[in-house]
């Protein structure tokens, strides 16, 4: 059974940094695509940063030049690194997993799904 456990969220003032992980279980890395998502209350579930297991990357235009997702496949860790935090990047981020061979690129093409961690910027 796949698990994802989402960390690493919290407050901090604009400009600052924060770097969120998804912990992975029961399923193979290389053969999934892996992806962070954030919703904003009243606002729904938008893809921030997606990674396939050949390394290819892709980001959200709000987010490019900020952000940057890793995987550590041998932990079978997700990172999130982000920099320069803005009060619109608030909310509610999520890790999600799906087989490569979906090509899954929406939210609800994703499979799998970690609980949740809240980022906070203030300004």
């Known amino acids: 059974q796949v698990q994802l456990v989402a960390a690493g969220g919290g407050s901090v003032q604009t400009g600052g940094s924060l770097r969120l992980s998804c912990a992975g279980s029961g399923y193979t890395a290389r053969t999934y695509c892996m992806a962070w998502f954030r919703q904003a209350p009243g606002k729904t579930r938008a893809r921030v940063a997606r990674?396939?297991?050949?390394?290819?990357?892709s980001y959200a235009d709000s987010v490019k030049g900020r952000f940057t997702i890793s995987e550590d496949n041998d932990k079978d860790v997700l990172y999130l690194q982000m920099n320069s935090l803005k009060p619109e990047d608030t909310a509610m981020y999520y890790c999600?997993?799906?087989?490569?061979?979906?090509?899954?690129?929406?939210?609800?093409?994703?499979?799998?799904w970690g609980q949740g961690t809240q980022v906070t910027v203030s300004s």
């Open positions: 990674t396939d297991s050949d390394g290819t990357t």
């Open positions: 999600a997993a799906a087989p490569r061979w979906i090509v899954p690129l929406k939210s609800t093409d994703f499979t799998y």
